[in-house]
């Protein structure tokens, strides 16, 4: 072995012993008669100490250190004269006897502190570097700790570990598809998995009732913070459950992760809130109840006053700021440009002032009188000092305008604390979205989810209105899981792929398989898959997936490191039967 101890093992009770560490060169700070080491491996850093006592033979190879060279040190434990509070191994300090360069280094490209000094492109280039940062690999000890306490818990719950297949058959719904050509099969291809949904039910069918897989995943979609091309789910599935079984054994499992995790104990059972509701009362399916400020409707009451903006509106509704009547022009303004970012959509943003008087002041003074405005605010539970910012529109992008609004006051107004969580359960979705391009019903979840069988007979009458046995496992307004109770029943599947517009040949080609499987006794089953990358980074209290995947894309979808994905040479393309032509 070429170390006796890590560099964040050692302490003031092993003052005295003769250790043997190994890393990588942090900082050197040289004294003239003294020379300071840090050095660091994952576990931490130790100062080393060159001085008047020390070897001759060891101060010529520390002259000659520089940051991130491989060494090895051997040396006596010893209390530090300078002790540091801020480090784990800040009362010792190594009085180095010898001293071995195992690999020098190039100068980095950017330093690897807890802050670097490297942009996102530079350090995604040199991803291996980045991550030596303590951040980072904070943030990959958490990963591996959370997916160990997840197989703990389903390895106690009966829940049996199974692999399924990366090379499937595209299923055009839903998100794109990345695509594998077949060697083998020219002209044909695989693609690679967006879930293993019709796996795991198939395992139902086979009759492992409990199975799990932490399992990678793909789509072929625009990024952001929180998505990447290939992430990773704790995928699960159990049979002879109902939805109240499931929710059950995994708001123990989220409660797990918490406590295991986080030392974090929940003694209450999380909220659940059917999809309507939240969507009239936050804007949006996955609600941050962290804070309050609800959205409140006001379409009846501001109907019919002459202002064409609000008369002509399927829907208007506001929320309350509490205590930002004060706002400036300027800052009313910032919000107005922020409501009407394309990825908003909002036209513009009305704002009523309550004065501490109880007097009210607006942008739409000439439309309504100050009795009116003051019967809103009465209505939406403003108070003197309080500021009520309004929207008005088509019903379902107004109300995510407002989310977005609400989420941006609460960011304002450090209402989001990312130590604080508020577990809860969204359920009661639609099962069907109308898509008006395309003139058809799309699966809100996926065209396996069953309907709640007191509205199966709303497929003959308004299929719209039929409410999903799903749900969403939410925490400060981010899904973190998802799943639903799945169709069984081979009449039953071919009636929703009927109502979602597939031809018995079309369904039979694409899903043939799994329908044949339920012909053949499927038990009752559901489940439910957690997105363990943002499961993550909920944890680690970051916005961006990103920093919790040892090796992610960029927002382009390439890997800066090997740059990824590249041409491919004529000669494998032809093995292929593949050609391909540049778009102009």
Known sequence: MYRTHTCGELRIDNTGMEITLAGWVQKVRNLGAMTFIDLRDRYGITQLVVDENTPDTVRPTAAELGREYVIQATGTVRERSAKNPKMATGDIEIA????NILNRSEVPPFTIEEHSDGGD????????????????????MLRHRMAQSARRFLDNEGFLEIETPFLIRSTPEGARDFVVPSRMNPGE?????????TFKQLLMVSGYDRYFQIVRCFRDEDLRADRQPEFTQIDCEMSFVEQEDVLEIFERFAKYLFRETLGIEFDYTFPRMPWSEAMARYGSDKPDTRFGMEINELTDKAHGKGFVVFDSAEYIGGIVAEGCAGYTRKQLDELTEFVKRPQIGAKGLVWIRIAEDGSVKSSIDKFFTADELLDWSKDCGAKAGDLMLILAGDRMKTLAALNALRLEMGDR???????????MWVVDFPLLEWDDETQRFYAMHHPFTSPKP??????DTDPGKIRANAYDFVVNGTEVGGGSIRIFDSALQSR??????????????????LMNAFKYGAPPHGGIAFGF??????????????????????NAGRDMMIDAPAELADAQLDELALKVEKKA
């Open 121 to 140: 492109d530079l350090r995604m280039k040199y991803r291996y570097l980045d991550l030596r940062r303590p951040p980072l690999q904070r943030n990959i």
């Open 454 to 459: 007191e509205d199966i007979p709303l497929f």
């Open 496 to 513: 929703l792929f009927e109502t979602l517009g597939f031809t018995h040949e079309a369904a039979e080609k694409q899903f043939g398989f």
């Open 533 to 554: 990358d943002r499961f993550c980074s909920l944890f680690g209290g970051a916005d961006s997936i990103r920093d919790f995947i040892a090796f992610p894309k960029n």
């Open 96 to 99: 180095v006897t010898a001293l």
């Open 413 to 423: 107004l450090g209402l989001r604390d990312p130590n604080k969580f508020a577990p």
């Open 189 to 197: 291809f695989y693609a690679l998995p967006q879930s293993p949904q």
